[in-house]
């Protein structure tokens, strides 16, 4: 039976935003994009990707109200 060789030291990921708030922020940003792209030029693309930001920031929403509501418990 053979060992495994000595593992790299894992440095995990910096996380990507400080805070759901300004996750919800960047993606309504990128719908503002969106939305501006498409009356310059109405595609079927665009309004897929802007209702699925619709979608996520409802998401994010939904676990920004959780997480304040546990707070308050």
Not at 30 to 42: A, I, Q, R, T
Not at 45 to 56: P, R, Y
């Amino acid at each position: 039976m053979s060992t495994t060789g000595v593992l790299p030291p894992y440095y995990p990921p910096a996380p990507l935003y400080y805070c759901i708030d300004a996750l919800i922020e960047d993606i309504w940003d990128e719908s503002v994009e969106l939305e501006e792209k498409y009356y310059k030029n109405p595609s079927e693309d665009i309004t897929f990707l802007f209702a699925f930001n619709v979608m996520k920031i409802q998401y994010w929403e939904s676990v920004s109200l959780r997480i304040q509501a546990e707070g308050r418990k």
